[in-house]
């Protein structure tokens, strides 16, 4: 059977045609087309897949375009042309994560920073002295995948010496997965590709971006904790989490827990308001008192009825620079109970949030919850993520060299910190940038070693 289109079709169909880099193109078939031209009588074709599926972020116009020095031209993608209201069209970022991806790779050094005067210091990236260029794939509906091997293409073709791409698919099939497919030939012509392990943490086998030639990086904390203490009314302190500015001024407030503060023209009752959601409360009993819930919620709820703060649980799920609205802190499960066994066996509970502070953090580092763990289900042998923090480069070393040097110079991380875990939240360790430079003994390897490597598991590799 054949498939015949006359050439105006054939030109109104396609939609991208990459061939500066590799060869593919990007068109709209009918899925009867589609289906032969996946077929096993089309030898020259390598793979067909939906070029319309999108991807998410993990959190092309001309190079005419100049920015500043640092931003040396920009590309956008869009090949549905489709826009939410939130885009901004064409080139700016609107939700900011391609800002704070493209600053944690090649930033400038920034001195003073910090969060409400917390942990001030010098922030930098990977490669602070790096030029960047842009190429807009992601919008409001997600990552276009005919659009990722587009930029992909170009961003090959235009010479770039390191590929960040902070998005990804989950447990994505190696061979299917544009990620894969693009930094693979990126590979090939001595450009490494660096990925997000993914915010789906910290289910196990939840880590993106799995294929070996890529450098699957898993996100790693600071050597600073931010403290904010709770003082209740008999004298007793217990060290808890969260970042806000409020300062209460050591002053004490009446202390109520949320299940004595049920609304109960709404239906709800102690069972419902114990958990602190938004308008559970009885605003006259939350008004001016400090809150105490049993769940880990928003602040939503204590905020819109006039509550001066709130004390929550700390979860394995948690991570402790999320911010809130108001005073609030999160204290540890072991500690926790206490609070309720002081508000029932005192008359007038009282008690006050201290003003948030900066510790030297001992334990660091660790991998945050939301990080994406391993294993690496679609190729086990294959350790991912493959270390936590941002990555650096050598610009005269291959894909790999790179890779092997940033492996095995990582800090060794404590495996205790991670017992369920282990190396599938850190893989080999947290970066040494100062030893990556001079690793003594790399490993390195060619495209024709991953092609050898996944024909001894009888699986085809990406052409």
Known sequence: MAVKLNTLAAKESLIYSNSRSFNGFVAKFLDEAATILGGEEMEDVATVTDCCSFIQEDHGTSWDYLGPIKIIGVRYYNSQNFYDTTDIIPLRDSVGHGTHTASIAAGREVAGAS?????????????????????????????????ILAAFDDAIADGVDIISASFGMSAAYTFTDPVAIGSFHALKKGILTITAAGNYGPLRASI???????LTVGASTIDRKFVTQLALGN?????????????????????????????????????TSKYC??????????????????????????????????????????????????????????????????????????????VIETWKDLYAPYVP???????????????KPDLIAPAAAHPRWSPTAIKSALM??????????????????????????????????????SEKDYVDFFANKATTPPR
């Open 115 to 147: 969060v409400f005067g917390l942990a001030q210091g010098i922030a930098t990236s990977g490669i602070p002295n790096a030029r960047i260029a842009v190429y807009k794939v992601c919008w409001a509906m997600g990552c276009s995948i005919a659009d």
């Open 208 to 214: 993106s971006n799995v294929s070996p030639w890529l």
């Open 235 to 271: 004298g007793k302190t217990f060290m808890g989490s969260a970042i806000n500015n409020f300062d209460l001024k050591g002053d004490m407030f009446p202390l109520i827990w949320g299940g004595d503060a049920s609304n109960y023209p709404v239906n709800a009752n102690s069972e």
């Open 277 to 354: 959601n938004a308008g559970d409360f009885d605003s006259q009993k939350i008004k001016g008192k400090i809150v105490l819930c049993n769940y880990r919620s928003n602040d939503a709820g204590i905020l819109h009825t006039d509550g001066v703060g709130v004390v929550m649980p700390f979860q394995s799920v948690d991570d402790p620079d999320f911010l809130f609205r108001i005073a609030t802190t999160l204290i540890s499960p072991e500690e926790i109970p206490k609070v309720p066994d002081y508000i029932k066996t005192s008359k007038n509970p009282k008690a006050t949030i201290l």
């Open 369 to 383: 919850s939301f990080s994406s763990r391993g294993p690496n289900l679609m190729v086990p042998d294959i350790l």
């Open 408 to 445: 095995t110079t990582a800090y060794v991380v404590d495996p205790k910190k991670h017992e369920n875990e282990r190396e599938f939240a850190y893989g080999l360790g947290l970066l040494n940038p100062t030893k990556a430079v001079d690793p003594g003994l790399v490993f390195d390897a």
